[in-house]
């Protein structure tokens, strides 16, 4: 893997560890609570998390089969991914696109989440282990509404991304009906 995408990868995956680590200390009631009826809970939040890096997935991996024929980014990728991570970083709630929703059950085991995570992860590194220096730059990666980016410009979606909802699940563990542990 090249050394600047390792950085990135490793830091992904350092956030994606942290944040199994503190909900794995939440109970089954705690994981599954939604503060309202139309409220993701926090096991719903990682169930959207897996889905986006699964449609990021398979989108890459399609691009990738072709990638000397894919478009280098350019300046306006720069901007629409500096605009992109700094409207995540907003305290702003939004609904995420609908090509980013998965179907939302009403009860997740922790377990089954974090397995297919790590799952998901092994993917995107196999991804990132097939990227030579030329790669990095064609546009592989399709968010669903700001458009196509780089693996530079991905991971730092991936990153902002989970941040994002490290916030929602601050949110959610705020709530006052909260269960107790």
Do not use: C
Request: net charge positive; charged share 30%.
């Amino acid at each position: 893997m090249i050394v600047p995408v390792e950085k990135k990868f490793t830091k992904i995956e350092e956030q994606r560890r942290k944040l199994l680590e503190e909900i794995s200390k939440l109970t089954h009631e705690q994981q599954n609570f939604k503060p309202a009826p139309e409220s993701w809970s926090i096991a719903q939040v990682l169930n959207h998390l897996i889905y986006a890096e699964t449609n990021s997935v398979k989108y890459m991996q399609k691009k990738l089969q072709g990638v000397a024929a894919e478009p280098k980014s350019g300046i306006k990728e720069v901007f629409r991914s500096i605009m992109l991570n700094m409207f995540l970083r907003l305290p702003v709630k939004y609904k995420a696109p609908k090509a980013a929703l998965p179907v939302q059950e009403e009860v997740y085991i922790f377990e089954n989440l974090k397995t297919q995570w790590e799952g998901i992860r092994a993917e995107i590194k196999k991804i990132l282990d097939q990227l030579d220096a030329a790669s990095t730059e064609k546009l592989i990666f399709k968010h669903p509404i700001v458009g196509k980016f780089n693996i530079y410009q991905t991971m730092s979606f991936l990153v902002e991304h989970i941040e994002h909802h490290k916030k929602q699940i601050g949110r959610i563990k705020a709530e006052r009906a909260f269960p107790a542990a």
